[in-house]
């Protein structure tokens, strides 16, 4: 079992920038993958970028690669989600979800992961 909780959201201006965090507790969490996803209102939760245990990265579209870069530090059980040049658009919920896997895979698909944290809201005012 693994418990995720996320933090650093906000209300920010548009240009500005955020830092959320996906702390984990209660499994060696270096063996678990790990997706940021968000829901903005009245649309479906999807994914925003993703990372394999060894740090491999995938996101969701190159517009958001621009912006926004997922790491994580295994030493500290979590991992990040750096967003820069912050736009209306992408004022949501943001949700981390974890699952244990072999080295070298990343998910992007809701089901495919088995632990959620409560989630976090991003609001960008313009």
């Known amino acids: 079992q693994v418990q995720l909780v996320e933090s650093g959201g906000g209300l920010v201006q548009a240009g500005g920038s955020l830092r959320l965090s996906c702390a984990a507790s209660g499994r060696t969490f270096s063996n678990y993958a790990v997706g940021w996803f968000r829901q903005a209102p009245g649309k479906e939760r999807g994914i925003v970028a993703a990372i394999s245990r060894g740090g491999i990265k995938r996101y969701s579209a190159d517009s958001l690669k621009d912006r926004f870069t997922i790491s994580r530090d295994n030493a500290k059980n979590t991992v990040y989600l750096q967003m820069n040049s912050l736009k209306p658009e992408d004022t949501a919920v943001y949700y981390c979800?974890?699952?244990?896997?072999?080295?070298?895979?990343?998910?992007?698909?809701?089901?495919?992961?088995?632990?959620w944290g409560q989630g976090t809201q991003v609001t960008v005012s313009s």
């Open positions: 979800a974890a699952r244990e896997t072999n080295p070298g895979r990343y998910y992007s698909a809701e089901y495919e992961y088995n632990y």
